[in-house]
């Protein structure tokens, strides 16, 4: 059939098949429909497309809206926002998104800023109290946490809303949710489980939770209402969008285009700065298969490390829901090893096996990662980094140094990965998990064979590339630029001055970035005194500073870890000719009991960077 005569819906298939990074399994059944009207309104901007997706996501969301702002006609206003807001960044939504939770999470904002205008405006009525009723039905368990259900969801990671959306808002079996995600239906059963476990602690309202099975049958029955037929009309016609409607939307955008910024400040007042974006994939020669011989393969047969570690985040979730095996694995963690120990590590090497693969894969693509999600994230990656740790651990205590270092460095490259998604707090973990396997490969040095120690040198090298500061500010503030831009906006929400200056001051700091910290700091503040206005800038200069001092103290160790190698393998005389990075001449070299200790001249918050070798 020509391209004249095909018909409107074959047009629609041809781009929705098109659509860049679109997954087969999206694009079949119900969710067809969805990728199929995504894929029009983004072509042609088609009014009937969009009014399909209001037609099929209008109650969910008036649902959501109607218990988070209660007033009918407050969540009617929350609803037309809703789909304002997806008018204007449907283009910008990632190809495999769960569209159903993209919109909660949006009702979710609205119905926030709603509530926010709302007590602005009514600040002299009392809000009326939600009577828990003391009978244990299912209707009353709806009355006493349908208030709340919408904030409880709000706080879960992005990949349990998902599974608790498919199943219990989109009303699909165990077996549509595996086959949404592209997983199993037993994997999607257990990630339903373990995703209602995480929810249950967050509906405490009477200092007791729901029982799992009252809170899934409160669930299926409940979470969708009707919406009121005339809603359709008025949402799918943006034009008619009343203007409290507009209001909310507006404020819901402005959350969502500086909520890195927002991010930014507040991690600033700790100490911790948080400007990312995720980075394209990044190729570097990664190191050979450092694992288990007996399990790691020889080569990778995925080109995503991040997909071998995402499996492994599901393996090591699955391990923490169980009680029992937390249980062991949080004594094994403070080095409690026990008779059953080795029963437990091999119950679980497939968590070690897919890491090693991980780490032998030479790219690391980790997507984008949602800001509201970052925390659950980076808690997953720090249990995985425990889980090698510890087990490289237990193998010292076996004596097989071996296999220990083969852990360590596995390790490393899975925390050099965590560096790929360019956000500074994601950053900030590498560096620790990085740091603590220095620490843990320095203990076993004077163990190994001394062809291990020859050829220790050369696997350090092959570790995947760190990636740098400056790499990480340069990245985030192109996306950001690129977003605006996109968005047609001509003048940034935080002001386009704003802006340029940050863009200014990196470009000012960027060249100093590989200076000693000292010196560095100076270059800041001299830049950042330029821009003395600059309300962005000013948050950031500090936070920068301390970030370039978290880096500098693992380099200092990366460096000691190296002439360690060396006095080993050459004798201690070789420290005289080191060369600490932070100082004016070598290490300081200092003989303990059972090894050697090195210190650098950089100070740290608790002074000089030491590296202990073979324990104290």
């Known amino acids: ?33 969805e990728c199929v009207l995504l894929a029009e309104y983004h072509r042609t901007g088609s009014e009937e497309a969009f009014t399909g997706l209001v037609r099929q996501y209008l109650n969910l969301v008036y649902s959501a809206a109607r218990r988070q702002v209660v007033d009918p006609g407050l969540a009617e206003d929350v609803t037309q926002a809703v789909f304002l807001v997806l008018n204007r960044k449907a283009r910008f939504l990632r190809p495999n998104v769960v569209l159903s939770t993209w919109l909660l999470a949006t009702t979710h904002l609205c119905s926030r800023d709603a509530l926010k205008r709302r007590a602005r405006r009514d600040k002299h009525e009392a809000r009326a109290a939600q009577m828990i009723s003391d009978r244990r039905t299912e209707s009353a368990e709806w009355e006493r946490v349908s208030p709340v259900i919408d904030q409880a969801m709000a706080s879960l990671a992005r990949s349990d809303r998902d599974v608790l959306v498919l199943r219990f808002w989109e009303d699909k079996s165990n077996r549509e949710v595996g086959q949404a995600l592209g997983i199993s239906e037993n994997a999607a059963t257990k990630r339903i489980a373990r995703a209602l476990e995480k929810l249950r602690p967050a509906l405490r309202l009477d200092g007791t939770a729901m029982s799992f099975e009252v809170l899934s049958a409160t669930l299926s029955g409940h979470v969708i209402q009707n919406a009121p037929a005339h809603l359709i009309d008025v949402v799918a016609s943006v034009r008619a969008a009343s203007s409290r409607a507009a209001a909310i939307a507006k404020g819901a955008r402005y959350a969502m285009q500086i909520a890195k910024v927002k991010t930014i400040i507040v991690c600033a007042a700790a100490g911790t700065l948080a400007v990312g974006i995720a980075i394209p994939v990044m190729t570097h020669g990664a190191g050979q298969s450092q694992g288990d011989p007996e399990n790691a393969p020889t080569t990778a047969v995925a ?26 694995f949080t004594r094994y963690q403070s080095g409690q090893f026990d008779n059953a120990a080795g029963a437990f590590f091999t119950r679980h090497v497939r968590i070690a096996d897919l890491i090693q693969r991980g780490a032998a894969t030479s790219s690391c693509d980790w997507g984008q990662q949602a800001v509201e999600t970052r925390n659950a994230w980076l808690t997953d990656v720090r249990s995985l980094s425990r889980f090698m740790s510890t087990r490289s651990k237990y193998a010292m205590s076996k004596q097989d140094v071996t296999s220990a270092a083969n852990d ?52 350090l090298d092959r570790l995947p590339k760190s990636t740098t500061l400056i790499q990480v500010l340069t990245g985030d503030f192109e996306y950001t630029e690129h977003t605006r831009q996109m968005s047609g906006q001509q003048v940034g929400l935080l002001g386009q001055a704003m802006l340029d200056g940050v863009k200014q001051f990196y470009q000012a700091i960027g060249p100093a970035v590989g200076q000693p910290p000292a010196e560095f700091d100076k270059t800041v503040d001299a830049e950042s005194a330029k821009y003395a206005a600059n309300l962005l800038v000013g948050q950031l200069a500090p936070s920068i500073k301390a970030q370039r001092r978290t880096l500098a103290a693992t380099e200092a160790k990366q460096a000691m870890l190296r002439v360690a190698i060396d006095v080993l393998l050459q004798g201690d005389g070789v420290v005289a000719k080191s060369r600490d990075p932070f100082g004016d001449g070598p290490f300081v070299y200092t003989k303990t009991g059972t090894g050697f200790e090195l210190a650098s001249q950089f100070q740290s918050r608790t002074g000089p960077v030491k590296l202990v070798v073979g324990g104290k």
């Open 303 to 328: 080109s995503n490390a991040a997909d071998f570690y995402r499996q492994a985040i599901e393996l090591i979730n699955t391990l923490k829901a169980s009680a029992p095996e937390n249980s062991q």
């Open 408 to 459: 360590i460095l596995a390790e490393m490259s899975f925390a050099r990965h965590l560096g790929y998604d360019l956000m500074i707090i994601s950053k900030l973990v590498e560096v620790a998990i990085e740091s603590q396997s220095i620490d843990d490969l320095a203990v076993a040095l004077p163990l190994m064979p001394k062809e291990q120690l020859k050829s220790l040198p050369q696997r």
């Open 1 to 33: 059939m020509s391209a004249g005569n095909r018909t409107v819906g074959e047009e629609i298939g041809i781009a929705a098949a098109d659509l860049p990074g679109q997954r087969p399994l999206l694009v079949e059944g119900v969710v067809m429909d």
